[in-house]
């Protein structure tokens, strides 16, 4: 990354943090992804069960790993051998002590919005998991509600949507079509601008650009 970037990164963070802060998320700005993990394991009690959504950021921070070496009970929907043992550890996950995703975008006043296909990520964020941690790049910080819809169906989605084996006009146009497909990752929007019950939703920010 380049050090400007860096430099801007550790500067906009913790701004974010107390942003966040004061729409009643537990907000933490940590600069580097080994701070990052280190709070996260932190902040998740030892006898919660953890379970995820699907996140490219808690693959790049090595997490699913350093939770099963730290003892947790790991409930991991690519354990299932078959759709139908997955879409059942799926719904229980909803049930988890905590739960972790990222985000798709974070306002610079302190809201998350996010975007679903099947609806469990957003599902799990909303209600159900004792916590939610979201783990998200600072490349994902956006100016406002706005930039964060166009961040994500104009950038995000479209970039995703190549992860999966789909038949979306994103997948193949590299742009958002509004499309109704069957297979669209664009199925439920979720604007959260309130952390309720308050402390629920803990967000680790990290200065790095991590995830699409």
Known sequence: ML??????FDIKG???AEALTKRHF????CSDKEAAVKKIL?????NHSVAWGGTMTMDQLGLKDKLAAAGYALIDRDKGATPEERELIMHK???CGSFIMSSNAITEDGQLFNIDGKGNRVAALIYGPENVIIIAGMNKVVQNMDAAYDRVRGYAAPANAQRFDIDTPCKKIGEC??????STICAQFVQTRICKPAGRIKVVLIGEELGI
């Open 14 to 16: 913790p701004k974010v």
């Open 26 to 29: 537990e907000a933490y700005y």
């Open 3 to 8: 050090d400007p970037v860096k430099k801007l």
């Open 177 to 182: 079509a509004d499309c109704l497909s069957g």
């Open 42 to 46: 932190e902040i998740i009690p030892k």
């Open 93 to 95: 996950a909803l049930n």
